[in-house]
Protein backbone atom coordinates (compact mmCIF):
# COMPACT_ATOMS: atom_id res chain seq x y z
CA UNK A 1 0.00 0.00 0.00
CA UNK A 2 1.89 3.57 -1.23
CA UNK A 3 1.18 6.57 0.70
CA UNK A 4 -1.32 7.27 -1.70
CA UNK A 5 -3.78 4.94 -0.76
CA UNK A 6 -3.48 6.31 2.85
CA UNK A 7 -4.11 9.11 1.76
CA UNK A 8 -7.85 8.20 0.91
CA UNK A 9 -8.17 6.15 4.05
CA UNK A 10 -8.11 9.14 6.29
CA UNK A 11 -10.99 10.33 4.92
CA UNK A 12 -12.58 7.42 5.30
CA UNK A 13 -15.24 7.92 7.66
CA UNK A 14 -16.55 10.19 5.30
CA UNK A 15 -18.12 7.38 3.84
CA UNK A 16 -18.67 5.46 6.85
CA UNK A 17 -22.33 4.76 5.12
CA UNK A 18 -21.29 4.53 1.81
CA UNK A 19 -21.48 0.65 0.53
CA UNK A 20 -18.57 0.55 -1.30
CA UNK A 21 -18.12 -3.22 0.26
CA UNK A 22 -21.29 -3.96 -1.08
CA UNK A 23 -20.88 -7.00 -3.46
CA UNK A 24 -24.05 -6.37 -5.75
CA UNK A 25 -26.42 -3.47 -6.23
CA UNK A 26 -29.70 -3.64 -3.71
CA UNK A 27 -32.73 -2.40 -4.75
CA UNK A 28 -35.56 -1.72 -2.32
CA UNK A 29 -39.02 -1.25 -4.16
CA UNK A 30 -41.20 1.07 -1.87
CA UNK A 31 -44.95 0.72 -2.65
CA UNK A 32 -47.04 4.42 -2.20
CA UNK A 33 -51.00 4.86 -2.31
CA UNK A 34 -52.09 5.60 -5.80
CA UNK A 35 -53.96 8.63 -4.90
CA UNK A 36 -53.43 12.00 -6.80
CA UNK A 37 -50.49 14.04 -5.68
CA UNK A 38 -50.50 17.12 -3.98
CA UNK A 39 -49.14 20.29 -6.38
CA UNK A 40 -45.45 20.85 -5.41
CA UNK A 41 -44.41 22.99 -2.58
CA UNK A 42 -43.13 26.69 -3.66
CA UNK A 43 -44.19 26.79 -7.25
CA UNK A 44 -42.32 23.13 -8.13
CA UNK A 45 -43.84 21.45 -11.27
CA UNK A 46 -46.45 18.62 -10.13
CA UNK A 47 -45.82 15.09 -11.58
CA UNK A 48 -48.84 13.12 -13.64
CA UNK A 49 -51.86 12.05 -11.68
CA UNK A 50 -51.18 8.63 -12.06
CA UNK A 51 -48.84 6.34 -10.22
CA UNK A 52 -45.28 6.38 -10.85
CA UNK A 53 -42.35 4.56 -10.18
CA UNK A 54 -38.89 6.68 -10.44
CA UNK A 55 -35.25 4.66 -9.35
CA UNK A 56 -33.13 7.02 -7.34
CA UNK A 57 -29.26 5.51 -6.85
CA UNK A 58 -26.62 6.14 -4.09
CA UNK A 59 -24.01 4.55 -2.64
CA UNK A 60 -24.47 4.78 1.01
CA UNK A 61 -25.88 2.37 2.63
CA UNK A 62 -29.29 1.19 2.51
CA UNK A 63 -29.61 -1.33 5.17
CA UNK A 64 -27.13 -1.01 7.96
CA UNK A 65 -26.32 2.27 10.19
CA UNK A 66 -27.46 5.81 10.51
CA UNK A 67 -27.69 6.14 6.50
CA UNK A 68 -29.83 2.62 6.78
CA UNK A 69 -32.08 4.13 9.24
CA UNK A 70 -32.69 7.19 6.69
CA UNK A 71 -33.40 4.89 4.17
CA UNK A 72 -36.17 3.44 5.85
CA UNK A 73 -37.35 7.06 6.67
CA UNK A 74 -37.45 8.17 3.34
CA UNK A 75 -40.29 6.10 1.67
CA UNK A 76 -42.95 6.85 4.41
CA UNK A 77 -41.73 10.67 5.05
CA UNK A 78 -41.67 11.02 0.75
CA UNK A 79 -44.72 9.51 0.40
CA UNK A 80 -46.63 12.07 2.36
CA UNK A 81 -45.44 14.61 -0.06
CA UNK A 82 -46.06 12.43 -3.42
CA UNK A 83 -48.45 9.18 -2.52
CA UNK A 84 -48.56 8.20 -6.10
CA UNK A 85 -45.13 8.13 -7.01
CA UNK A 86 -43.00 4.62 -5.89
CA UNK A 87 -39.34 4.67 -4.87
CA UNK A 88 -36.83 2.09 -6.16
CA UNK A 89 -34.11 2.51 -4.51
CA UNK A 90 -30.95 1.10 -5.64
CA UNK A 91 -27.07 0.90 -4.30
CA UNK A 92 -24.45 1.19 -6.42
CA UNK A 93 -21.06 0.43 -4.77
CA UNK A 94 -18.65 3.64 -4.79
CA UNK A 95 -16.20 2.49 -6.49
CA UNK A 96 -18.41 1.11 -9.16
CA UNK A 97 -20.63 4.52 -9.95
CA UNK A 98 -19.08 6.81 -11.84
CA UNK A 99 -18.36 4.05 -14.85
CA UNK A 100 -21.87 2.13 -14.00
CA UNK A 101 -23.49 5.41 -14.69
CA UNK A 102 -21.53 6.18 -18.10
CA UNK A 103 -22.33 2.58 -19.72
CA UNK A 104 -26.03 3.32 -18.08
CA UNK A 105 -25.80 6.41 -19.97
CA UNK A 106 -24.71 4.92 -22.94
CA UNK A 107 -27.36 2.20 -23.08
CA UNK A 108 -30.23 4.75 -22.56
CA UNK A 109 -30.85 2.84 -18.89
CA UNK A 110 -30.60 5.67 -16.30
CA UNK A 111 -32.61 6.28 -12.94
CA UNK A 112 -34.04 9.17 -12.79
CA UNK A 113 -33.12 10.78 -9.94
CA UNK A 114 -29.24 10.11 -8.30
CA UNK A 115 -26.33 11.19 -5.37
CA UNK A 116 -23.40 12.70 -7.03
CA UNK A 117 -20.07 12.90 -5.61
CA UNK A 118 -18.47 16.41 -6.09
CA UNK A 119 -16.00 14.19 -7.80
CA UNK A 120 -18.11 12.97 -10.50
CA UNK A 121 -21.19 16.00 -10.93
CA UNK A 122 -19.08 18.22 -13.82
CA UNK A 123 -18.38 15.34 -15.35
CA UNK A 124 -21.21 14.02 -15.99
CA UNK A 125 -22.40 17.60 -17.13
CA UNK A 126 -19.73 18.11 -19.33
CA UNK A 127 -20.67 14.55 -21.06
CA UNK A 128 -24.21 15.54 -21.57
CA UNK A 129 -24.89 12.91 -18.89
CA UNK A 130 -27.06 14.81 -16.25
CA UNK A 131 -29.72 17.64 -17.19
CA UNK A 132 -29.30 21.53 -16.46
CA UNK A 133 -31.85 21.75 -13.83
CA UNK A 134 -31.99 25.63 -14.34
CA UNK A 135 -35.16 25.47 -16.05
CA UNK A 136 -36.75 23.27 -13.07
CA UNK A 137 -35.09 25.99 -10.48
CA UNK A 138 -37.12 28.82 -11.97
CA UNK A 139 -40.20 27.30 -10.98
CA UNK A 140 -39.06 25.78 -7.34
CA UNK A 141 -38.22 28.97 -5.02
CA UNK A 142 -37.11 26.49 -2.22
CA UNK A 143 -34.76 25.55 -4.85
CA UNK A 144 -33.11 28.85 -5.68
CA UNK A 145 -29.46 29.18 -5.98
CA UNK A 146 -30.14 32.01 -2.98
CA UNK A 147 -31.61 29.65 -0.50
CA UNK A 148 -28.09 27.53 0.09
CA UNK A 149 -24.66 28.13 1.79
CA UNK A 150 -22.56 30.43 -0.84
CA UNK A 151 -19.87 27.93 -0.73
CA UNK A 152 -22.32 25.12 -1.79
CA UNK A 153 -22.91 27.09 -5.17
CA UNK A 154 -19.65 26.76 -6.92
CA UNK A 155 -19.44 22.64 -7.57
CA UNK A 156 -23.00 22.50 -9.04
CA UNK A 157 -22.96 25.54 -10.89
CA UNK A 158 -21.13 26.05 -14.71
CA UNK A 159 -21.70 29.62 -15.76
CA UNK A 160 -26.02 30.65 -15.54
CA UNK A 161 -26.16 26.28 -16.01
CA UNK A 162 -26.65 24.30 -12.59
CA UNK A 163 -26.43 20.64 -12.66
CA UNK A 164 -26.82 19.85 -9.39
CA UNK A 165 -28.76 20.95 -6.02
CA UNK A 166 -26.54 20.21 -2.69
CA UNK A 167 -28.31 17.51 -0.99
CA UNK A 168 -25.46 16.72 1.50
CA UNK A 169 -22.64 18.12 3.36
CA UNK A 170 -21.29 21.14 3.75
CA UNK A 171 -18.19 19.12 4.37
CA UNK A 172 -14.40 20.36 4.45
CA UNK A 173 -11.05 19.06 6.54
CA UNK A 174 -10.76 20.22 9.95
CA UNK A 175 -7.99 20.03 12.58
CA UNK A 176 -8.61 18.12 15.86
CA UNK A 177 -7.13 19.09 18.97
CA UNK A 178 -6.79 17.67 22.19
CA UNK A 179 -7.97 20.63 24.61
CA UNK A 180 -6.32 18.91 27.35
CA UNK A 181 -2.26 19.01 25.59
CA UNK A 182 -3.15 22.90 24.51
CA UNK A 183 -3.56 23.41 28.15
CA UNK A 184 -1.08 21.62 29.54
CA UNK A 185 1.51 24.09 27.27
CA UNK A 186 -0.15 26.69 27.67
CA UNK A 187 -1.37 27.42 24.51
CA UNK A 188 -5.42 28.57 24.11
CA UNK A 189 -8.10 26.27 23.78
CA UNK A 190 -11.05 27.91 22.25
CA UNK A 191 -11.81 27.93 18.92
CA UNK A 192 -12.00 31.77 18.42
CA UNK A 193 -9.03 32.37 20.02
CA UNK A 194 -7.23 29.54 17.39
CA UNK A 195 -9.47 31.43 14.33
CA UNK A 196 -6.49 34.73 15.04
CA UNK A 197 -3.21 32.40 14.66
CA UNK A 198 -1.26 31.54 11.18
CA UNK A 199 0.94 28.68 10.30
CA UNK A 200 3.94 30.36 11.75
CA UNK A 201 1.77 30.33 15.37
CA UNK A 202 0.53 26.48 13.96
CA UNK A 203 4.07 25.33 13.67
CA UNK A 204 5.48 26.99 16.89
CA UNK A 205 2.43 24.94 18.47
CA UNK A 206 2.70 21.79 17.10
CA UNK A 207 6.49 21.90 18.16
CA UNK A 208 5.90 22.16 21.62
CA UNK A 209 3.01 19.50 21.85
CA UNK A 210 5.13 17.01 20.38
CA UNK A 211 7.00 14.59 22.74
CA UNK A 212 10.13 12.60 22.07
CA UNK A 213 11.81 9.98 24.13
CA UNK A 214 15.49 9.68 24.91
CA UNK A 215 16.45 8.98 21.33
CA UNK A 216 14.81 11.64 19.73
CA UNK A 217 11.73 9.78 18.34
CA UNK A 218 8.68 11.69 18.52
CA UNK A 219 6.19 9.58 20.91
CA UNK A 220 3.13 11.92 20.92
CA UNK A 221 2.93 13.61 17.53
CA UNK A 222 2.14 17.69 17.62
CA UNK A 223 0.34 17.32 14.72
CA UNK A 224 0.23 14.27 12.17
CA UNK A 225 1.01 15.66 8.60
CA UNK A 226 -1.39 14.19 6.39
CA UNK A 227 -0.03 13.53 2.83
CA UNK A 228 -1.06 16.27 0.75
CA UNK A 229 -3.32 15.83 -2.29
CA UNK A 230 -5.74 17.98 -3.76
CA UNK A 231 -7.64 18.93 -0.58
CA UNK A 232 -4.26 20.34 1.29
CA UNK A 233 -3.58 22.55 -2.64
CA UNK A 234 -6.99 24.02 -2.26
CA UNK A 235 -6.70 25.24 1.47
CA UNK A 236 -3.25 26.57 1.23
CA UNK A 237 -4.86 29.07 -1.99
CA UNK A 238 -7.58 29.62 0.45
CA UNK A 239 -4.92 30.48 3.46
CA UNK A 240 -3.85 33.41 1.15
CA UNK A 241 -6.85 34.35 -0.38
CA UNK A 242 -6.36 32.00 -3.72
CA UNK A 243 -8.58 29.24 -4.94
CA UNK A 244 -7.84 26.11 -6.76
CA UNK A 245 -8.94 27.50 -9.78
CA UNK A 246 -8.69 30.64 -11.44
CA UNK A 247 -11.44 32.88 -11.43
CA UNK A 248 -12.87 31.93 -14.82
CA UNK A 249 -12.35 28.22 -14.11
CA UNK A 250 -9.58 27.86 -17.43
CA UNK A 251 -6.74 26.93 -15.42
CA UNK A 252 -5.38 26.07 -12.10
CA UNK A 253 -4.30 29.20 -9.75
CA UNK A 254 -2.80 27.46 -6.82
CA UNK A 255 0.40 28.35 -7.69
CA UNK A 256 -0.49 32.00 -7.65
CA UNK A 257 1.69 34.06 -4.86
CA UNK A 258 3.84 30.58 -4.09
CA UNK A 259 1.06 29.68 -2.24
CA UNK A 260 1.43 25.41 -3.11
CA UNK A 261 5.42 25.96 -2.86
CA UNK A 262 4.47 28.00 0.53
CA UNK A 263 2.30 25.45 1.76
CA UNK A 264 4.65 22.40 1.11
CA UNK A 265 7.38 23.90 2.81
CA UNK A 266 4.91 24.98 5.42
CA UNK A 267 4.32 20.70 5.52
CA UNK A 268 7.91 19.85 5.47
CA UNK A 269 8.60 21.95 8.21
CA UNK A 270 5.64 20.63 10.18
CA UNK A 271 6.74 16.73 9.36
CA UNK A 272 10.20 17.46 10.82
CA UNK A 273 9.15 19.20 13.85
CA UNK A 274 6.29 17.80 14.90
CA UNK A 275 4.63 14.73 13.15
CA UNK A 276 5.80 11.20 13.36
CA UNK A 277 6.77 10.02 9.54
CA UNK A 278 4.75 9.29 7.05
CA UNK A 279 3.74 5.27 6.02
CA UNK A 280 1.09 4.09 4.55
CA UNK A 281 0.07 1.79 8.04
CA UNK A 282 -0.32 5.38 10.33
CA UNK A 283 -4.44 5.52 11.29
CA UNK A 284 -4.29 9.29 12.23
CA UNK A 285 -7.80 10.18 13.68
CA UNK A 286 -6.94 6.94 15.98
CA UNK A 287 -3.97 8.45 17.12
CA UNK A 288 -5.91 11.28 18.05
CA UNK A 289 -8.41 9.05 19.79
CA UNK A 290 -5.92 7.08 21.90
CA UNK A 291 -3.93 10.50 22.85
CA UNK A 292 -0.78 10.05 20.66
CA UNK A 293 -0.84 13.06 18.71
CA UNK A 294 -2.28 16.17 19.71
CA UNK A 295 -3.29 17.70 16.47
CA UNK A 296 -5.25 15.40 13.48
CA UNK A 297 -6.78 16.68 10.38
CA UNK A 298 -10.12 14.61 9.78
CA UNK A 299 -13.92 16.41 9.24
CA UNK A 300 -17.03 17.17 10.65
CA UNK A 301 -18.32 13.41 9.85
CA UNK A 302 -16.15 12.66 13.10
CA UNK A 303 -17.95 15.46 15.90
CA UNK A 304 -20.78 13.30 16.54
CA UNK A 305 -18.55 9.98 16.25
CA UNK A 306 -16.28 11.31 18.77
CA UNK A 307 -18.48 11.65 21.42
CA UNK A 308 -19.06 7.43 21.02
CA UNK A 309 -16.01 7.19 20.79
CA UNK A 310 -14.06 8.63 22.92
CA UNK A 311 -16.17 10.25 25.78
CA UNK A 312 -13.89 11.30 27.77
CA UNK A 313 -11.80 13.31 25.23
CA UNK A 314 -11.77 17.01 25.57
CA UNK A 315 -11.17 18.19 22.44
CA UNK A 316 -12.61 20.79 19.88
CA UNK A 317 -11.65 21.80 15.99
CA UNK A 318 -10.34 24.44 14.11
CA UNK A 319 -10.44 25.74 10.33
CA UNK A 320 -7.05 25.89 8.69
CA UNK A 321 -4.67 28.94 9.78
CA UNK A 322 -3.89 31.75 7.85
CA UNK A 323 -0.82 32.05 5.68
CA UNK A 324 1.38 34.71 7.51
CA UNK A 325 1.13 38.14 4.95
CA UNK A 326 -1.37 40.84 4.18
CA UNK A 327 -3.94 38.31 2.51
CA UNK A 328 -3.96 35.65 4.71
CA UNK A 329 -6.89 34.40 6.25
CA UNK A 330 -8.54 31.74 8.03
CA UNK A 331 -9.51 28.51 5.41
CA UNK A 332 -10.35 25.34 4.82
CA UNK A 333 -11.02 22.80 1.63
CA UNK A 334 -14.61 22.24 0.97
CA UNK A 335 -17.07 20.50 -0.84
CA UNK A 336 -20.37 19.54 -1.66
CA UNK A 337 -22.45 16.65 -3.11
CA UNK A 338 -25.01 16.84 -4.74
CA UNK A 339 -28.39 15.20 -6.35
CA UNK A 340 -28.60 15.58 -10.40
CA UNK A 341 -31.15 14.02 -12.81
CA UNK A 342 -29.86 12.11 -15.51
CA UNK A 343 -30.29 13.81 -19.03
CA UNK A 344 -32.16 10.15 -20.52
CA UNK A 345 -34.68 9.66 -17.38
CA UNK A 346 -37.97 9.22 -18.17
CA UNK A 347 -39.55 10.55 -15.43
CA UNK A 348 -38.38 14.01 -14.78
CA UNK A 349 -41.36 15.80 -13.17
CA UNK A 350 -41.55 12.89 -10.41
CA UNK A 351 -37.98 13.08 -10.26
CA UNK A 352 -37.47 16.63 -9.91
CA UNK A 353 -40.50 16.19 -6.92
CA UNK A 354 -38.05 13.66 -5.55
CA UNK A 355 -34.88 15.77 -5.98
CA UNK A 356 -36.73 18.61 -4.37
CA UNK A 357 -37.90 16.75 -1.62
CA UNK A 358 -34.42 15.57 -0.34
CA UNK A 359 -32.79 19.23 -0.80
CA UNK A 360 -35.55 20.73 1.10
CA UNK A 361 -35.47 21.98 4.41
CA UNK A 362 -37.83 19.44 6.21
CA UNK A 363 -36.15 16.31 4.70
CA UNK A 364 -32.54 18.17 5.83
CA UNK A 365 -33.98 18.71 9.51
CA UNK A 366 -34.92 14.38 9.55
CA UNK A 367 -31.27 13.94 8.70
CA UNK A 368 -30.28 15.68 11.25
CA UNK A 369 -32.44 13.67 13.89
CA UNK A 370 -31.66 10.70 12.22
CA UNK A 371 -28.24 10.83 11.54
CA UNK A 372 -26.50 14.55 12.77
CA UNK A 373 -25.73 15.62 9.43
CA UNK A 374 -25.79 19.22 8.65
CA UNK A 375 -27.47 20.90 5.46
CA UNK A 376 -25.79 22.72 2.45
CA UNK A 377 -29.26 25.06 2.87
CA UNK A 378 -29.31 28.75 4.62
CA UNK A 379 -32.10 28.19 6.56
CA UNK A 380 -31.41 25.17 8.07
CA UNK A 381 -28.80 27.49 10.31
CA UNK A 382 -31.94 29.70 11.82
CA UNK A 383 -34.10 26.54 12.92
CA UNK A 384 -34.32 25.32 16.51
CA UNK A 385 -33.37 22.03 15.79
CA UNK A 386 -29.78 23.33 14.81
CA UNK A 387 -29.52 25.44 17.49
CA UNK A 388 -30.15 22.74 20.12
CA UNK A 389 -27.39 20.80 18.23
CA UNK A 390 -25.08 23.54 18.57
CA UNK A 391 -25.39 24.15 22.45
CA UNK A 392 -24.84 20.71 22.78
CA UNK A 393 -21.59 20.91 20.29
CA UNK A 394 -20.05 24.58 19.73
CA UNK A 395 -18.16 22.97 16.83
CA UNK A 396 -20.68 22.77 14.61
CA UNK A 397 -20.52 26.64 14.29
CA UNK A 398 -17.21 25.90 12.50
CA UNK A 399 -19.73 23.73 9.56
CA UNK A 400 -21.33 27.10 7.86
CA UNK A 401 -18.29 29.16 8.58
CA UNK A 402 -15.88 26.40 6.58
CA UNK A 403 -18.82 27.04 3.84
CA UNK A 404 -17.91 30.94 3.87
CA UNK A 405 -14.29 31.11 3.75
CA UNK A 406 -13.23 27.94 2.39
CA UNK A 407 -11.68 26.92 -1.17
CA UNK A 408 -13.54 24.21 -3.43
CA UNK A 409 -11.28 20.97 -4.11
CA UNK A 410 -10.57 19.66 -7.42
CA UNK A 411 -13.92 19.14 -8.89
CA UNK A 412 -13.51 20.39 -12.61
CA UNK A 413 -11.19 17.05 -14.41
CA UNK A 414 -11.02 15.85 -10.84
CA UNK A 415 -10.10 12.74 -11.59
CA UNK A 416 -7.61 13.33 -13.76
CA UNK A 417 -6.07 15.89 -12.00
CA UNK A 418 -5.62 14.13 -8.69
CA UNK A 419 -4.41 10.97 -10.56
CA UNK A 420 -1.46 13.97 -11.63
CA UNK A 421 -0.63 15.73 -8.78
CA UNK A 422 -0.79 13.25 -6.11
CA UNK A 423 1.58 11.00 -7.10
CA UNK A 424 4.25 14.30 -7.57
CA UNK A 425 2.81 15.75 -3.85
CA UNK A 426 3.72 12.45 -2.41
CA UNK A 427 7.47 12.29 -4.10
CA UNK A 428 8.00 15.86 -1.94
CA UNK A 429 7.19 14.60 0.84
CA UNK A 430 9.53 11.65 0.35
CA UNK A 431 12.40 14.00 -0.29
CA UNK A 432 12.38 13.08 -3.41
CA UNK A 433 11.02 16.35 -5.52
CA UNK A 434 11.76 20.29 -4.39
CA UNK A 435 8.70 22.32 -4.24
CA UNK A 436 9.14 24.95 -6.37
CA UNK A 437 10.10 22.51 -9.94
CA UNK A 438 7.11 20.24 -7.92
CA UNK A 439 4.37 23.14 -8.43
CA UNK A 440 5.68 24.42 -11.34
CA UNK A 441 5.01 20.52 -13.39
CA UNK A 442 2.05 20.19 -11.39
CA UNK A 443 0.32 23.67 -13.00
CA UNK A 444 1.79 22.62 -16.49
CA UNK A 445 0.38 19.73 -16.67
CA UNK A 446 -2.88 20.57 -15.04
CA UNK A 447 -3.70 23.34 -17.01
CA UNK A 448 -2.72 20.67 -20.06
CA UNK A 449 -5.85 18.51 -18.79
CA UNK A 450 -8.07 21.83 -18.43
CA UNK A 451 -7.22 22.12 -22.19
CA UNK A 452 -7.74 18.92 -23.38
CA UNK A 453 -11.27 19.40 -22.22
CA UNK A 454 -11.77 22.17 -23.46
CA UNK A 455 -11.77 25.03 -20.62
CA UNK A 456 -8.18 26.33 -21.67
Not at 148 to 166: E, R, S
Not at 191 to 199: S, V
Not at 211 to 235: C, I, K, W
Request: negative net charge; charged residues 20%.
Amino acid sequence: MSMLDRKTSRRELLQMTAAAALAATTSVLVSACTVPVAPAQNGGQSPAEEAVTITYWDWWSMTAGPSGRMFEALPTAFAAVAPNIELDLQNVPFGEYFTKFLAAHAAGDVPDVMHSSVDWGRAFFDRGAVLDLAPFIEKTSSMARDQFLPGALHQVTKGAAQYGVPGEGPDHDTIFYNQNYFAEAGLPTEREELMKWTWTDFTDAATALTVRDANGQVTRSGFLVPVPGHHEMAYWAGCQGGSFYNEDETGVAFQENNAAVDGLNWWLELQEKASQPLTSERQDFQQFLQGTTAMAQDGPWNFVQMAEQAPDLKWSAMLIPAKPGENGQISTSIWNNMLVMPSKAQNQEAGWTLLTFWCGLDWMLKRLEIGSWMAPRNDFYETAEYKQALEKMPVLANVPLASEVGTSVAFIESTPIQATINPILEAVMLGERDPDSAVAEMAEKCNEILTKAGYG
